[in-house]
């Protein structure tokens, strides 16, 4: 197993950590409701998908 012979400069460190970005998530516009939601997932605002009616997947502010 390689082990490295030098410490890394904090430099050459945080220069190769400045790619580690995350990228946006992609949304879709349901069909049901036209609010965003992500693909292949229940709609959180209606709760459709795929053409059916999810009632648990429905987003519920005050549940416990």
Same mark, same amino acid.
């Given at each position: 197993?390689?082990?490295?012979?030098?410490?890394?400069?904090?430099? $050459?460190? /945080?220069? /190769?950590?400045? $790619?580690?970005?995350?990228?946006?998530?992609?949304?879709?516009?349901?069909? /049901?409701? @036209?609010?965003?939601?992500?693909?292949?997932?229940?709609?959180?605002?209606? #709760? @459709?998908?795929? #053409? /059916?009616?999810?009632?648990?997947?429905?987003?519920?502010?005050?549940?416990?």
């Amino acid at each position: 197993m390689a082990v490295p012979k030098r410490k890394m400069s904090r430099s $050459n460190t /945080r220069s /190769r950590r400045a $790619n580690w970005k995350t990228t946006a998530t992609a949304l879709a516009d349901c069909p /049901r409701c @036209s609010s965003p939601k992500m693909p292949h997932v229940a709609c959180p605002s209606c #709760g @459709s998908y795929n #053409g /059916r009616h999810y009632i648990a997947a429905e987003r519920s502010e005050h549940q416990a």
